[in-house]
């Protein structure tokens, strides 16, 4: 028998596998579905090739790295968009980033188009918000952070008012870069997630493996002496108490196949509702993403970049050809991914709101400033619970909450940590080191 059980064979399941292969510790991973990597997959069309959802790694990332050997790391051939992103106004069309790491963006803000978009002082503006997050090199999970400031913490639209980050920096930037990378069209972020968030994009660039998202659940994936069952959904876990006569384990009920098995621990790395379910829990707002892939035979972009609609008049949260960076994606052709963010709040589209194919291939291709008629649809990816809302409230709910229950099962997952790849591995290791700690004592 293995000393551990981990439910849920996602980047959360993977990366604590890989910590306790590393440690030495046996471990079972079971995995409902007949793949592994939740949402970090990648299907293919032919020649073409889409990831579940728009998805991105960052070079900064430094999780994936500790997790992966260096060889390993390398094989993933990430390519990059430019640090940065392109915001769309009803007057122009102007790149974004930090003019400090990048001096070229200097030399565009005095252009005619730079100008009308925002000026230096209001680019300056967002970085002096972002403060010392800008001189962090761990991930968030990593850090101690004061009782006081969680106190402090708030709204992210709230924040970025009383530091006077407003006008045509809020509508054109801050507020559509919520939208795309958070999900978030009213501003009820934590302002700390927030703030790390922007902060990754300033340390580092968006990247995508060469062929694609679903290579990093592969290497994740190859761990020797890990057991690994798939199509192996879990329907039950029951923590039994020790006893004068037995030491306590943990009852894993796989109910479709009518098998027990038992464990001394079990690292619960599911989805939210996967995980409310199996906890009798309620379950927390989420935010959910539609995303749309055409292909093309004529360039899409100009730029490798992440476009965002900085006019506030579609229902776009961003837009990017996969194949300005890496090729592979589709080769002769050209992929793009348009994305809309839905639900969680009072203003986000609705479900029945979502644009249609051609709805979305005209707002993209206004956006753009490109004919979109010759693009062809490859697939859409309808995810109605990409992540918890993670207003203030929840982020310090999350942050003082006790992660081992009952002190058999660790919780692990992207609803226990940043709303990103690095906050999904982050929670799996953090998982495996409480477990690791748990069988030392």
């Known amino acids: 028998m293995s000393d551990v059980a981990i439910i849920g064979g996602g980047l959360p399941g993977l990366a604590a596998a890989r910590t306790l292969r590393n440690a030495g510790v046996r471990c079972t991973l079971f995995e409902a579905s007949s793949q592994l990597g939740g949402r970090a997959r990648s299907e293919h069309f032919g020649d073409i090739t889409v990831d579940h959802g728009f998805q991105l790694l960052n070079s900064w990332y430094p999780s994936l790295k500790e997790l992966l050997s260096s060889g390993e790391y390398a094989a993933l051939n990430q390519r990059a968009f430019r640090a940065g992103i392109q915001t769309c106004t009803e ?26 978009a925002f000026s230096l002082r209001d680019l300056m ?64 972020t934590s302002t700390i997630i927030a703030k790390w968030v922007f902060g990754t994009f ?4 968006p990247t995508v493996p060469a062929e694609g998202m679903g290579d990093v659940a592969n290497l994740l994936g190859r761990n020797t002496g890990v057991i690994t069952e798939t199509n192996a959904k879990v329907t039950g876990i029951r923590v039994q108490e020790p006893s004068a006569h037995q030491a306590g384990t943990v009852r894993v009920e796989l109910g479709e196949q009518g098998r027990v098995e038992n464990f001394r621990y079990v690292i619960l790395a599911v989805p939210q509702n996967v995980e409310a379910e199996l906890l009798g829990r309620s379950l927390l707002p989420t935010r959910g993403m539609e ?19 900085g006019s506030g008049k ?18 002769g052709r050209h992929l793009v991914q348009g994305s809309v ?14 644009p249609n194919e ?9 956006l753009l400033g490109v004919d979109p008629a010759g693009w062809e649809l490859v697939t859409r990816h309808h995810i109605p619970n990409a992540f918890p809302t993670f207003t203030p ?15 058999s099962v660790a919780l692990a997952g992207i609803q226990h940590a940043t709303p990103s790849v690095d906050g999904a591995l982050r929670s799996g290791q953090r998982a495996a080191q409480r477990v690791i700690e748990l069988l030392k004592d």
């Open 125 to 188: 503006g967002l970085r002096k918000w972002l403060g010392t997050e800008l001189t962090h090199r761990s991930s968030l999970e990593l850090r101690t952070i004061s009782k006081n400031r969680r106190k402090r913490d708030a709204f992210v639209r709230d924040a970025l008012n009383d530091s006077g980050v407003n006008r045509r920096m809020r509508t054109a930037v801050a507020n559509p870069a919520m939208r795309a990378f958070m999900l978030d069209t009213d501003g009820e």
């Open 393 to 407: 409230a929840m982020a310090a709910q999350a942050a003082n909450e006790d992660l081992l229950i009952k002190g």
């Open 202 to 205: 300033l340390r580092g660039a």
């Open 314 to 331: 579609s229902p776009v949260a961003s837009i990017a050809e996969l194949t300005a960076v890496a090729p592979s994606y589709a080769p």
């Open 291 to 309: 995303t749309f892939w055409f292909v093309s035979d004529e360039p899409v972009g100009d730029s490798p970049v992440i476009t965002v609609d």
């Open 341 to 354: 963010a839905f639900g969680g709040s009072s203003r986000a589209l609705r479900a029945d709101q979502i």
């Open 358 to 366: 051609t709805e979305m291939r005209r707002h993209m291709g206004a």
């Open 91 to 116: 007057e122009t069309r102007a790149f974004v980033g930090d003019p400090v790491r990048t001096p070229r963006i200097l030399r565009d803000l005095m252009s005619k188009s730079g100008r009308s």
